[in-house]
């Protein structure tokens, strides 16, 4: 029987990612799918939350620059708060979703951030640099 002794991988540095659970990044890639309909532009169109935002803003001057608050100027109000909620909770939920890839993100590169051989800018070869 030919038994081949295995290398013990105690003799060089600690691999800092052992034990990361990178299911988890592509659950982020799954977050960002999530956002990527609301902030990305369709076609030559931008996107829906662009135009919403600008329809919000011409309905806010209006009112601004009319005072009117006769019926017809509070029902005007009341869609400007509809739009103003609706925008809100789509940007909070797009936010939510970032701020657990960003999250990820940092538990990522802190598994690396005590590391002293660990180049953060590995492109670069500074022999180049001489």
Same mark, same amino acid.
């Given at each position: 029987?030919?038994?081949?002794?295995?290398?013990?991988?105690?003799?060089?540095?600690?691999?800092?990612?052992?034990?990361?659970?990178?299911?988890?990044?592509?659950?982020?890639?799954?977050?960002?799918? @999530?956002?990527?309909?609301? =902030?990305?532009?369709?076609?030559?169109?931008?996107? #829906? /939350?662009?135009? %919403? &935002?600008? *329809? $919000?803003?011409?309905?806010?001057?209006?009112?601004?620059?009319?005072?009117?608050?006769?019926?017809?100027?509070?029902?005007?109000?009341?869609?400007?708060?509809?739009?103003?909620? @609706?925008?809100?909770?789509? =940007?909070?939920?797009?936010?939510?979703?970032?701020? #657990? /890839?960003?999250? %990820? &993100?940092? *538990? $990522?590169?802190?598994?690396?951030?005590?590391?002293?051989?660990?180049?953060?800018?590995?492109?670069?070869?500074?022999?180049?640099?001489?």
């Amino acid at each position: 029987m030919n038994m081949v002794k295995k290398n013990d991988v105690s003799e060089g540095p600690e691999n800092p990612l052992l034990g990361y659970d990178s299911h988890v990044l592509l659950e982020a890639v799954d977050l960002l799918d @999530d956002v990527r309909p609301v =902030i990305l532009d369709e076609g030559y169109n931008p996107p #829906k /939350i662009r135009i %919403e &935002l600008m *329809k $919000l803003h011409g309905l806010v001057m209006e009112m601004k620059n009319t005072g009117n608050l006769s019926q017809e100027g509070k029902k005007q109000i009341s869609r400007i708060m509809a739009l103003t909620g @609706d925008l809100d909770m789509e =940007i909070f939920g797009c936010v939510e979703k970032l701020e #657990k /890839i960003n999250n %990820e &993100l940092g *538990k $990522l590169l802190a598994l690396g951030r005590d590391v002293e051989w660990i180049d953060l800018d590995p492109e670069e070869d500074p022999e180049e640099e001489e």
